[in-house]
């Protein structure tokens, strides 16, 4: 049995799953954040290896983590990368112990997504002027998240060659490498043509650019400057929900409303648990309730 310190066992960890688990780097960065937060504590504490660590100390961590006001859901994923961290040190022999064993996992509560309405929707992708490069982008990404239910990161990791304007449809490539074909309607499509034989020419600066969205340096779209332009569109409409997730569970809502098949909602966005696609009916009735008691005398 190897005895590493609790340094050298987070650095193992890491690099198993950034080449072995397939994980998204959001999630790796998150293991990495927690885990890191984590090992400083029990270190604290005296700790010097994985197996000088208890369950008590555990769960003293936890205990801090819910005095810090962190959300179930936030001290769910610690607890998931916690649990994850010390089987594999017991798998691969770097640790005797599994100070895990006994530890309850909390319940995340079940969060009703904010949904946009139809008309909100079309005012916000009316703010983009597609008069220029930055604007026909704009517009196509704020179309293609709302017209096909996409991820950010679904969207900015696009190729020119995912999009199939012929067919109508788009390969995504969503979570834990799972691909996915999504159909792309008449405005998300024309949006996209325009963005791809117009701005996006402008913005490339070698042919040979595979990515869809590009920024006006002739780079992939990132992350942070997809977010800002999706926050500014959202203020200039003057709506207060500024996720960029808001589209995507507008999308999946208004389906729905419209009569779509349940089981074709959860393809389309890509979910392996029919459950999470289930939040959605929720939102749809909790909407038809609101009109019921609009619309209705005795409402």
């Given at each position: 049995m190897a005895s590493v310190s609790l340094e050298e066992a987070l650095r193992e960890f890491v690099s198993y799953a950034s080449a072995e688990r397939g994980l998204s780097p959001n999630t790796l960065s998150?293991?990495?954040?927690?885990?890191?937060?984590?090992?400083?504590?029990?270190e604290s504490l005296?700790?010097?290896g994985p197996d000088d660590v208890t369950h008590d100390d555990i769960t003293a961590f936890l205990q801090r983590q819910w005095a810090k006001g962190y959300a179930a859901s936030t001290v769910a994923r610690k607890v998931a990368a916690i649990k994850t961290f010390?089987?594999?040190l017991a798998r691969e022999g770097l640790s005797s112990r599994l100070p895990t064993e006994l530890l309850p996992t909390p319940k995340k509560p079940r969060r009703v997504p904010d949904?946009?309405?139809?008309d909100e929707v079309t005012r916000l992708l009316e703010q983009p002027?597609?008069?220029?490069?930055?604007?026909?982008r704009d517009r196509a990404l704020l179309e293609i998240l709302y017209g096909c239910g996409l991820r950010v990161s679904e969207a900015l990791a696009l190729d020119l060659e995912d999009v199939d304007f012929k067919r109508g449809f788009v390969r995504v490539l969503g979570k834990g490498s799972k691909e996915r074909v999504v159909p792309v309607g008449g405005a998300a499509s024309e949006a996209l043509l325009a963005y791809v034989?117009?701005?996006?020419?402008?913005?490339?600066?070698r042919r040979n650019d595979s990515a869809l969205f590009l920024n006006l340096r002739g780079s992939r779209l990132g992350r942070k400057g997809?977010?800002?332009?999706?926050?500014?569109?959202?203020a200039r409409a003057g709506l207060q929900a500024a996720h960029p997730h808001t589209l995507r569970h507008s999308f999946a809502t208004h389906l729905l409303e419209g009569g779509a098949d349940l089981r074709a909602v959860q393809e389309m966005l890509g979910h392996a648990d029919i459950g999470t696609t289930q939040i959605y009916?929720?939102?749809?009735?909790?909407?038809?309730?609101?009109?019921?008691k609009k619309a209705h005398p005795r409402g």
């Amino acid at each position: 049995m190897a005895s590493v310190s609790l340094e050298e066992a987070l650095r193992e960890f890491v690099s198993y799953a950034s080449a072995e688990r397939g994980l998204s780097p959001n999630t790796l960065s998150a293991y990495r954040r927690d885990l890191t937060d984590y090992a400083s504590f029990v270190e604290s504490l005296g700790r010097g290896g994985p197996d000088d660590v208890t369950h008590d100390d555990i769960t003293a961590f936890l205990q801090r983590q819910w005095a810090k006001g962190y959300a179930a859901s936030t001290v769910a994923r610690k607890v998931a990368a916690i649990k994850t961290f010390h089987k594999f040190l017991a798998r691969e022999g770097l640790s005797s112990r599994l100070p895990t064993e006994l530890l309850p996992t909390p319940k995340k509560p079940r969060r009703v997504p904010d949904v946009l309405s139809v008309d909100e929707v079309t005012r916000l992708l009316e703010q983009p002027m597609a008069s220029d490069a930055a604007g026909q982008r704009d517009r196509a990404l704020l179309e293609i998240l709302y017209g096909c239910g996409l991820r950010v990161s679904e969207a900015l990791a696009l190729d020119l060659e995912d999009v199939d304007f012929k067919r109508g449809f788009v390969r995504v490539l969503g979570k834990g490498s799972k691909e996915r074909v999504v159909p792309v309607g008449g405005a998300a499509s024309e949006a996209l043509l325009a963005y791809v034989n117009g701005g996006r020419k402008q913005s490339a600066r070698r042919r040979n650019d595979s990515a869809l969205f590009l920024n006006l340096r002739g780079s992939r779209l990132g992350r942070k400057g997809a977010w800002k332009l999706i926050k500014a569109y959202t203020a200039r409409a003057g709506l207060q929900a500024a996720h960029p997730h808001t589209l995507r569970h507008s999308f999946a809502t208004h389906l729905l409303e419209g009569g779509a098949d349940l089981r074709a909602v959860q393809e389309m966005l890509g979910h392996a648990d029919i459950g999470t696609t289930q939040i959605y009916t929720h939102v749809s009735r909790r909407r038809l309730r609101e009109v019921y008691k609009k619309a209705h005398p005795r409402g």
